[in-house]
């Protein structure tokens, strides 16, 4: 299996297109046609999920037909993504608690 083909089937649920998966593979240095690297394609969608946002994002409706994406899954998807490759959430808010004693 190849990177390539990797990231079409690991993808192919969230309405990626072929042009988003050379995106995602162009900018994060892989190589199409090589061995799969799994951690470095778990990576590159790690780094990239603003392509993949992209086609999730829209709602279309047509005459009686529409598509909508369930927002919840693909954050699901990217958080269990994030706990597998062990990396930080940027989608999920969290406060921070800062040392603001200096003010007082």
């Not at 593979?25 to 470095?40: I, P, Q, T």
């Amino acid at each position: 299996m190849t990177n390539k083909q990797y990231l079409t089937k690991a993808l192919s649920g969230l309405n990626v297109t072929e042009d988003d998966i050379e995106i995602i593979l162009v900018k994060s240095e892989l190589d199409a046609d090589a061995d799969v690297d799994v951690r470095g394609c778990d990576m590159a969608t790690y780094n990239r999920m603003s392509a993949l946002f992209k086609g999730v994002m829209q709602n279309v409706s047509e005459g009686g037909y529409s598509i909508s994406w369930n927002m919840d899954a693909v954050k699901l998807f990217y958080n269990a993504l994030c706990s597998e490759l062990g990396v930080e959430n940027v989608l999920l808010a969290r406060p921070k608690v800062r040392n603001r004693s200096h003010l007082w």
